[in-house]
């Protein structure tokens, strides 16, 4: 008997097992083309097509519906919009030039001149791919020089790069803890995080967003049940533009004997008068962090990820975590791209500067105009808040008619009331740009 939710009962699911299983019996025992035809005929009555076809999966059909309403409500999708180029402050979609807020490129790394000079040459250097992990294939300059100008800026013992921000955390966080360990994270915090924890098999405790305390009163009451303890946060939140007291953090994890990570994807080359990031910005000692994240993909206008520490963490990292040990070295051009990003950022911070008076200034005007700028306390990223999703996605769309090329962010990335236009800002963002932005939100905001 079926359920109201057309789920078998325990008993039917177990009966449907057996049969399942007496028929696979019998199709082991036959080479007879006719009689495995009829038995595989059986064995498909007893297996629900959802569980074998990719059109009939949850998720698929879920994606399905959301499509089909946006379409019935004449909403075009913003996603996977065509450049024609390189994308920056401005960008130019099917031969129209747009004022663009979907890039991380906060520091217009990716089309200097400088920066690409310096791929090119890597890729003339090494060629386009180191061909195989660092383990196997060995290492190159390249991949050093970038982990020891990383180290320094954080003035850690080293540091190591990753092919990918994402597997970076994945890998790291899935690697060093265990089930009998407990993560902390900021219920804010990245899929990337998430997905590592899972894979860890360590006890999940999200607390509340930058809420220090109910992470102190969590220890308090858990601390002694667990191993190893990791507490991670973000330097700048990607989604909301705001940032965690680290002060508070750095004395709960003394006290109470855990490991802090802090992802820095968004704070570093955003954050601090040279870009150093968080430590920087609010002042303490990095070595008070046990493991600092980041990626190359944003600031750095690069790919991969980056591990910097202690050098028994990094050393355990390379030899031992699987997205660096089974997976191929960073390719050369992109290992110079974050190197020369890194250097042209140093040398240069009037970037950063310019970053930051322009992430200020959208976060005034915004303000100004009455918009919901939610949490964002205007480094880089500022949100503005509209409360449904389909309102996110018209608003989107009706800017981009205005020239403004900006994303929504949706529920389940959001909450529904939460849903969102999320500005990336550019260094090379002009106060013009800005606002004729912050003008067209309003028109069609308060309309
Ligand atoms: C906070 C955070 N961590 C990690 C990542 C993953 O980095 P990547 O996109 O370089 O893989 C992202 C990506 O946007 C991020 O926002």
Known sequence: MSSPSNKPSLGGQLKNKLIQQALERKLKKTNQMPVRDRILQQLGQHIPEKHYRFHLLPAYQQLRIINQGAQQMSVPSPFFRVHDGSAGATSSIDDQTYINFSSYDYLGMSADSDVREAAKAAIDHYGTSVSASR????????????????????????????????????????????????????????????????????????????DWAQLEQILQEQRHQFEKVLI???????????????????????????????????????????????????NFDAKDVDIWMGTCS???????????????????????APGFLYSVGMAPTLAATALASLDKMQSNPERIHALQHNSQYFLQQAKAAGLDTGLSLGYAIVPIIVGSSIRAAQLS??????????????????PEAQARLRFFISCHHTEAQIDQTIQALTKYLKA
């Open 135 to 210: 383990i196997v294939s060995g290492e190159r300059p390249i991949h050093r020089e970038l982990e020891q100008r990383i180290a320094t800026t954080y003035g850690c013992d080293d540091a190591l790069v990753f092919v990918s921000g994402h597997a970076t955390n994945v890998s790291t966080i899935g690697h060093l803890f265990t089930p009998h360990d407990l993560v902390l994270h900021d219920e804010l915090i990245h899929n990337s995080v998430l997905q590592g924890i899972q894979l860890s098999g360590a006890k999940r405790l999200p607390f509340a967003h930058n």
């Open 232 to 282: 991670v946060v973000e330097g700048l939140y990607s989604m909301d533009g705001d940032y965690p007291n680290l002060a508070e953090f750095i004395r709960i994890k003394k006290e109470h004997y855990c490991f802090l990570m802090v992802d820095e994807a968004h704070s570093f080359g955003v954050l601090g008068q040279t870009g150093k990031g968080i430590h920087e910005f609010q």
């Open 298 to 320: 944003k600031a750095m206008a690069s790919c991969g990820g980056f591990i910097a520490g202690e050098t028994a963490l990094i050393e355990h990292l390379k030899c031992l």
């Open 397 to 414: 769309d009706q800017l981009f008619q205005e020239g403004i090329n900006v994303q929504p962010i949706l529920y389940p990335a959001v």
